[in-house]
Structure formats: C-alpha cells, structure tokens
C-alpha cells in the first residue's frame, strides 16, 4: 500500500505517537510510486516502476534524539519501530541545538497533486519514448532521453497534537537529440505537476530544431557578452545561488550575504531593482507543500525585494538564538518578470549568445558565488534579432549576483527544475549584459 | 559527475529528520556488526535462480544485499546527529528471449525472492519484443562458493560511538585552538555485503568495508567580510578504522612543510595545519593569470584523472548511452584502434580493481566476474577502455574487465569506473627534485571546484592550497587560482611524474552516473606530476 488515504494515515500515526514514551514524539509516513523509461541510440534502454512506503518515527528525551525508519505497519514493526527510535535517543549525545517539536499548527492545503499524473500508464511512458525516438529516426537524428514521473504523500503526527496531509504529483521529461555524425546535438527539458500539460510531440520538436541547427558551429572569442539564458539554462545558477541564504551561515560570516564588520545583508541592495523573488506555496503553476521539513506552516514570502534582500532562511534554532520568529524554509522559488518569451527577447537583440542549457555548474568561490560551468545543447549567435548561427560551446565563470546586476530585460517566467536539484522554480528568460565566458569547449 | 553536496542534499547534516530513503532503515549501533547466515542467503539464492530458469530465463544473476552505514557529523563542540542505517533486499537480473529483465525485493523470504525473479523474466520477454539485437553476454567462468573480504585490520562498524565522538571533537578543538573559526568534521563508514550467484555457478560472498573523514576548517576576517576554507587532505579509503591511526610513515612532507597522508591518516594534526592555512589565505595575494608549469599533489591529481581520463573510458559513454545526464566522450572507438596520443609518453595510466586500500577494490564485480587489473594508455596512446560482460564483444574481447557495479541491491548494476590510476616514473624522482626544475610555476595541494563538459574536453579546477614556484623554489601561498584545459592538450604537457615513493590515492564516495542516478565510489592514484604551460586563471571577483 504505497499511496494512504488521509484517514488511514492518521490512523496510524496516532497509533504509533501514542506508543513512544519519550518526552516527544513525531512520526513521518511517507509513500510514493515512481515509474520511469529511459532511451538512447534510438532504442528503449530501461524501464521501471518503483513503489515504496517508509514510516520514520523520531524522539526525544530532554535533548538527546534518536530517529528510526521502518517499511513494515504491523503492530509488533510500530511497536519495534518506536522503541528502537528511543534506544537510539537514549544512547545519542545531547545536542546543544535541539528544538521541540511543532506545536499543532492550522495549514492551508495547496494543490500539489494532479490526477492525470497518478494515472500514467507503463504504455504511456513506452509510447513518449517512442514517439520521440520516431520524431528522430524521421529527421535522421538520434534521440536519448528519460521520462520520470510520480505520485507520493507525506503525512505526520506529534504528540503536540500537530497533523499534516497532502498528495503530490510530478513528471520530468528531457531528452537529448543529436545528429547521426555527432556534429549537433540539442535538448529540451519539461518539468509539470499535470501530465496533461505535457505535449511530447511539441518538445521533441524543439530539441530535433536545436540539433539540426547546431550542426557547424563557429567558434567566438572567449570575453564578455549579451546573452539570453532560457530558463532552463538559468536555473542552473540561480538555484545554486539558493543553497546560500541560511541566516546563520551570513550571521556567522561565511557567506555572500554577511555583512563587512559583523551581520548580514537583509535590507541592503544586492541586486538589480528589476529582481524580485518570491517563495508560495500556493502558486498556481508551481505550488508546493504547505509546511517545511520541520513542520512550520509556509505563506508567501519575499526574498529578494527590488532587489534588496527581504528575508533569509532561518532554522528554528538560530531564530530562537538571534531573537527572530522562525519561519519555514522556502518550497519553491519565484522569480518575477515581464510578458516576453524566449523568442521575444532573441527579437529584440542587437547582438548575443542565445544559451539553451547550462552543464556541470559548481561552485569556485563562495565568497562572491562564483560558479563555472559550461553551455550545452544548443548555443546560438543573435544579430539584428534573428538567430544567425550555432556557436562552439563556452566555459563560463559566472557570479549569479553579478549575472542579477547586469540585467538588460526578463521575460515570462516559466516553470523548470535544474539538472542537479529538485526544486520547482519559475524563472524568465532573461537577457544579461557581460556575461562571462572564459573559454571554448569542443564539445558537442 | 563527482557530487560535492551529498550531505546538503540529504539534509543529514541538519540532525534529526527523515532519512533519504536509499539509505534504508536505521538501526542501532550493535546491529552494524552483524552479519546475515551464508546459509541463508544461498537459500534465498537458490530460489531466485531456479524460479528464473522455470521461467524461461537463460541467464540469471542474484544480489543479496546489506548495505550498512554510519554517519557521525560534528561542528565545532556539538555533535550534529549520529545515523546508522540498514538496507537489506535482493536484486534479481534476467536474460530471456535476448533481452535483459530486473526486479528486487525487500522480502527475505523464498516465495518473495522467487516471485521477483519470475517477475524479472516477465519483464525480459516485454523488452525482448523492442529489442533490436539480444544481448550477448561475455562468458565468465562459474568459480563456486567463494569469499572475499577488505583486508581491515579494525573493523570500523565495532569501534564505539563514544571513541568516534571524542575523535571529532577533538579534532574540531585542536583545529579551534589553531586559529579557525569553525570547524565542520565528520565519519562517514559503510560496510556493503554483498552475496552474488548466478547461472554460471558462482556463489561469491563478499564483505566490503570503506571509510571517509573529511572536514571543513573555515577562517573568517570579520572586519573585511572576507572568508576561506580549507578542506581536510584525507582520501576516502577502502581500509576499516586503523586508517585514522596517524602512522608517521605513511606522512608526505613536501618541499615546503605541508604534510600530506598516504595509507594513514592523522586527522588532528590535519586540523591544525588547516586551521593555520585557512587563516593564511585570508592575507594571500591573489595569483596573476597566465601560463604556468603546474606541480601537482596527488591529493589534487585524483579528481583531474577521474573526470579527464576515468569517465571519457567508459564503454557506454563512448557510445551513446549516457548522452541525456552524464554525457558522452571524445572518445571513439576509432582512436582505440588508432592508439589515440592521449598524453605524453610519461603518461601510463592503469585501470586497477584489485589495489589494496582503494575504494574499488572487490575480489568479484556485481555480475560475478574475477577482478583484475589492465592497460588504459600505456606511453601515452590509448589502448584499451573499460568494459563489462554485456559490452565486452564490442571492443572484440573474450572477457569482461570486472568493473560492473549497483549502488544497492534495488539498483540495476551496470559499467561503472574502476580504480584509474597514472603510473609512477620509472626514474628516481622527489617532489623537491621537479620543483628544482620549475623556473615560473603553481605548486598544487588538495582537491577544490571541478567541471568538466559532457565530452569530456574543456575542464576547469581549482584546489585547496597553492605556492608559486620561482628558479626551483617554493615560495609564498597565493589564492583565486584556477586552471583550465583541453584534456588532450593538458596530458600531452605532462613531462614528468615522480616516482614510486611519493605514490598516493585520493578518491570519491560520489561518482554519479545513470538516470535514476547511481553513486559508486573510487580511487585515483599517483606521484607528484609536472604539466607545461598550463592556463591559470584568476577567480576573484568583487561583488561591489
């Protein structure tokens, strides 16, 4: 029984806080079935479904804390389950930073699960992979790409009396198309919460157009330039760059938002005026779950305000420590923008580099979050607002806060999710001035 | 994909919470030194294989996996959270009708096991009506009931909580005492048992046991806002707990007093060298960019071999099947048989599974073939890649290469990197005598930022520390250095490694690859090496 109902799981949650008798008690049930069809050199390659329910209880005694999971919901496995989370906390050293648990918080559900995305089929999944795979072989292009999709629930209990119910859904397309002599190769990525917004046929073109048109590509100088980064080649950065807006680590002093002599940067102008970032639940095409992972309840919170810093990420404990409220930690991230799409933007160009993909993006100095990487699957060179041909693919070396000063127009926000990490953000297009790129790569 | 953020990404270093599910259920302590019956598991074994063939499967192989692990994660003088975890199942793979088949199960019982492998074979034959060419498997001979175990001397999974514990936070305090201003340290140890038999006629048993205790020193300048870390210079090893005795022979001490550690590690002392040298870095100048002759440490070598030499040799890579994630390689088939001039004729470079305290070392890969250990660019030309027993036949040969591997016994195992290592010269060389040859160069220790595109051309990395090196001499630490290459062009500028006697290995618990992803680990070795005129760029900016 991977996917519970609300009931069901309520159910037992109350069972298994009821068993412990530690201090405090908090049990997690969590359940998912993910299927998934991968593809290359035109054929299918692998498929499988995987379905997986897991109950982790934790507890606490005064400040020591002992966690432990179980797949198994019989009363001897609950019964076990528990007492095994107190062996652990009873044996565990005291840790100076433990908070209590939540207290019952009132949550506003969000709607993170679309049916049509629980209803997918293995045949489904086989026919995207051939569909794809037939818009290729017809074009004499060679299709490899990964489908993956699933339903999940998470639900937990406290024995504060808090409570939390939800369903998710999601479905992650991508899919890299190269030429048959290896000289061009493009890409498209689709990440949606409702399979029913997900038109294959109208992807694979966009990638096959990207491949045949990146064959023969021309080598520019390394230096500085205009570029249009789509979406999906900026959430590469600008997700990066969210992994470094805890409160404590710029309080402490070891991170871009720390401020010269003591502090951090909140209030103070990082950015360009346009960037206005936001994380919400609720938002209608990226929503998330109503709570964090320590069960505060998420509303809309600004992070960037026209470009000032609006809020870090504060753990419960460091707000206690520094006096502030606690709040939960972003689901999402929103950035705002204009009307305009990808192509919009190429239009209105002079000159530019048109990036489809970034690659391989890590980090090299965290003091000013400089980050390399390299583009991938398609980089173009704008003039007088048209595409005039494919270019060599560039390193970059690249500050996200750099890139977010120099900011010539962004356009609509779209939803993406970036190679490396699972956040659902909706980010422009956007076109930035000197952008960084260090040197060429001969890959294709 | 070599994977930094392993800890961030799981949230474990937040203590407490939900653990990732990959890592199975967590357990106590004791549990982590038990071991199951290997009467048991050839019961379990027996069932699956002999279900496969009723099914109409023509090959089987079966994977009973206990994936043990323990975590212990420290800042400063607080103990972050403590996890051991279990993950215990079987993974049954299948050829029938031509076509390969998985299923796994976390049952322990006969009628389960048997169940996934009938379920196994059904999922074979659904492929075998896509499939375009059966798979051809590379035979391997059937070798019995065997067993094969990391020679540990100190089994880290024994060694009490408490013993670990005071280690790390004496380790944070000698490094706080040191100068730094925080100190994030951990033990990561991971014990895999792994039974493996198949249709060939292997029963292969197999106790594997790995180790990792890297840290993060941080020095901070309040008045400036400027801050530095300096990584630990550990390696994760194949070896138990006798890996942190601090053995003074297995020290390196370089030119200039920098202490780097082969086969042994003191991590204390580690944490006040680096407490010293994060605050170092603080007052450095920055580096001037340009052509430099780099002089690298093999605690920095590693990473450079592992994504310009390991990942562009493998087999699937090189032909398409990883092109949507990881990429593919500028490598062909063509330049094998071409014997492609990959480097310089200093360049040797073997694929090894069986060197004592690395992180590849297994007596069996996970499709039950003896591992060995071969050629990949000899005197610099390409001669050979890595390859498993369903791909063997492609580069004409007889047999696998043993470097197939599963992350858990719920992964399907496929080609994975073995050991990939630059040989040492051949003629006497210290790292005092080739940086007495060096007129303007970079003398490079510690792994730092790393990227490399999807063919495996155009790399770029940094490092932990760095020393100019002017007329054959160490001078000041400088920072902001960062050096890229064509990675052809960059092995072709080799013209030197040192020899035997400063032989190291450093290594990955994180090398990602496949979609879903799979992590293995692995180790790269080598002596201190030499490579001309090499683009060094600055990295500094300001954020105004």
Same mark, same amino acid.
């Given at each position: ?6 009931? $069901? ?14 201090? $405090? ?9 993910? /299927?998934?069809? !991968? ?24 400040? !020591? ?79 490899? /790409? ?33 030429? $048959? ?71 402490? /002093? ?8 003591? /502090? ?118 704008? $003039? ?61 | 994909?070599?994977? @930094? ?33 290997? &009467? ?26 206990? =994936? ?21 199942? +079987?993974?049954? @793979? ?10 796994? +199960? ?10 996934? &492998? ?9 492929? &075998?009506?896509? *499939? ?66 198949? +249709? ?64 042994? =590690? ?50 699937? @890579? ?45 007596? =069996? ?111 000041? *630490? ?7 290459? @064509? ?15 400063? =032989? ?41």
């Amino acid at each position: 029984m991977a996917i519970f109902t609300e009931a $069901e799981a309520r159910a037992l949650l109350t069972r298994v806080v009821a068993l412990s008798k530690a201090d $405090e008690c908090t049990a997690e049930l969590t359940g998912s079935i993910d /299927g998934n069809v !991968r593809f290359a050199l035109n054929a299918i390659s692998t498929s499988g479904i995987v379905a997986n329910t897991d109950l982790a209880v934790q507890v606490a005694f005064g400040k !020591r804390v002992g966690t432990a999971t179980i797949n198994s919901f019989d009363d001897a496995s609950l019964e076990r389950v528990v007492r095994r989370a107190e062996d652990l906390a009873r044996l565990a050293p005291e840790n100076p930073e433990f908070v209590p648990a939540v207290a019952k918080q009132a949550y506003t559900p969000t709607n993170t699960f679309s049916q049509s995305t629980a209803d997918i089929t293995p045949d489904y999944r086989a026919r995207v992979a051939s569909d794809s795979i037939a818009a290729c072989k017809a074009q004499k292009l060679v299709a490899a /790409g990964f489908l993956q999709d699933g339903q999940s629930f998470v639900a937990f209990a406290n024995s504060k009396g808090n409570f939390g119910y939800q369903r998710s859904s999601g479905l992650d397309y991508t899919c890299t198309v190269r030429s $048959e002599d290896g000289r061009g190769s493009g890409w498209v990525g689709r990440n949606v919460q409702d399979a029913n917004a997900f038109v294959p046929a109208t992807d694979i073109r966009t990638a096959a157009r990207k491949a045949a048109g990146s064959v023969d590509a021309r080598a520019l100088e390394p230096g500085k330039y205009t570029v249009i980064l789509e979406p999906a080649a900026a959430a590469g950065l600008i997700g990066f760059m969210f992994n470094f807006f805890g409160a404590r680590e710029a309080d402490e /002093g070891r991170s871009f938002l720390s401020k010269k002599g003591g /502090g951090n940067k909140v209030g103070e102008q990082v950015f360009d005026p346009r960037v206005n970032i936001y994380a919400d639940p609720a938002h209608p095409e990226a929503p998330a779950l109503p709570w964090d992972g320590d069960g505060l309840p998420r509303s809309r919170l600004q992070i960037v305000r026209d470009g000032k810093i609006a809020s870090l990420d504060y753990s419960r404990y460091w707000a206690q420590k520094q006096g502030k409220p606690a709040t939960a930690s972003p689901g999402n991230i929103i950035m705002a923008g204009g009307t305009k799409s990808t192509a919009d933007l190429v239009r209105g160009t002079q000159k530019g580099i048109l990036v489809t993909r970034t690659w391989y993006i890590r980090m090299v100095d965290p003091q000013t979050v400089l980050l390399t990487g390299l583009t991938r699957d398609g980089t173009f060179y704008i $003039e007088n607002g048209e595409i005039k041909y494919p270019l060599k693919n560039f390193r970059f070396n690249e500050s996200p806060v750099i890139m977010l000063n120099n900011i010539d127009e962004l356009g609509k926000p779209v939803r993406v999710k970036g190679d490396e990490s699972d956040t659902i953000m909706m980010l422009p297009p956007m076109r930035l001035r000197d952008f960084t790129f260090t040197s060429l790569s001969d890959a294709v | 994909m070599h994977r @930094r953020d392993f800890l961030a990404a799981t949230g474990l270093a937040m203590g407490g919470g939900v653990l990732p599910s990959f890592l199975g259920r967590a357990i106590a302590a004791e549990e982590l030194q038990s071991t199951l019956d290997v &009467a048991v598991k050839k019961r379990l074994a027996d069932a699956a294989l002999n279900a496969a063939k009723s099914a109409g499967a023509t090959y089987c192989d079966v994977r009973v996996g206990r =994936y043990m692990r323990q975590f212990v994660i420290t800042r400063e003088a607080n103990v972050q959270n403590v996890v051991n975890t279990e993950s215990l199942g +079987t993974g049954i @793979r299948v050829i029938a009708d031509g076509a390969w088949g998985f299923a796994a +199960t976390n049952e322990m019982t006969v009628e389960a096991v048997a169940k996934a &492998a009938s379920l196994a074979t059904a999922i074979a034959k659904a492929n &075998a009506k896509t *499939q375009t060419a059966p798979v051809r498997l590379a035979p391997t001979p059937g070798v019995g009931e065997v067993a094969w175990k990391t020679p540990i001397v100190k089994n880290a999974m024994a060694v009490p909580l408490k013993d670990k514990v005071d280690l790390l936070l004496g380790v944070n305090a000698a490094a706080q005492a040191a100068g730094a201003n925080y100190v994030n340290s951990m033990l990561f140890l991971v014990n895999e048992q792994k039974y493996f038999a198949s +249709t060939d006629g292997s029963y292969i048993d197999q106790d594997v046991h790995r180790i990792w205790a890297p840290m993060t020193v941080t020095a901070i300048d309040k008045a400036s806002g400027k801050f530095r870390t300096r990584e630990g210079l550990s390696a994760p090893m194949g070896m138990g707990f006798e890996y942190l005795d601090g053995n003074t022979k297995d020290k390196f001490v370089s030119p200039n007093g920098v202490v780097n550690y082969g086969l042994s =590690y003191d991590m204390k002392e580690d944490a006040i060298a680096a407490a010293k040298q994060a605050q170092a870095k603080l007052k450095a100048p920055s580096v001037k960019p340009g052509k430099y002759d780099l002089v690298l440490d093999p605690s920095h070598t590693w990473l450079t071999i592992h994504e310009s030499v390991g990942h562009p040799l493998e087999l699937d @890579r090189v032909l398409g099947y990883e092109a949507n994630y990881a990429g593919t390689s500028f490598v062909t088939l063509d330049k094998v048989k071409q014997r492609f001039q990959y480097g310089s004729p200093a360049v040797s470079i073997v694929a090894d599974k069986l060197q004592p305290g690395s992180l590849g070392a297994v007596g =069996y890969d996970d499709e039950g073939v003896k591992t060995k250990k071969w050629d990949l660019i000899r005197d610099g030309k390409l001669v050979d890649l890595e390859a498993i027993r369903d791909q063997a036949q492609i580069l004409g040969k007889s047999a696998s290469d043993g470097c197939c591997y599963a992350d858990s016994w719920s992964s399907v195992q496929f080609q994975r990197m073995p050991n990939v290592s630059l040989e040492p010269g051949k003629t006497k060389q210290s790292v005092a005598d080739m940086i007495g040859g060096v007129e303007n160069g970079i003398y490079i220790v510690g792994d730092g930022s790393f990227s490399i595109d999807q063919q495996r051309y155009n790399a770029q990395f940094g490092g932990q520390l760095f020393y100019e090196i002017k007329n054959g001499k160490l001078g000041q *630490q400088i920072e902001d250095v960062a050096y890229q290459i @064509r990675t052809p062009e960059f092995w072709n500028a080799c013209v030197g490694v040192c020899d035997a006697s400063d =032989y190291r290995m450093g290594g990955s618990f994180f090398d990602g690859k496949g979609q879903p992803a799979q992590v293995s680990t692995v180790s790269h070795g080598s002596s201190t090496a030499r490579f001309n005129g090499i683009n060094v760029i600055n990295t500094a900016r300001s954020l105004g």
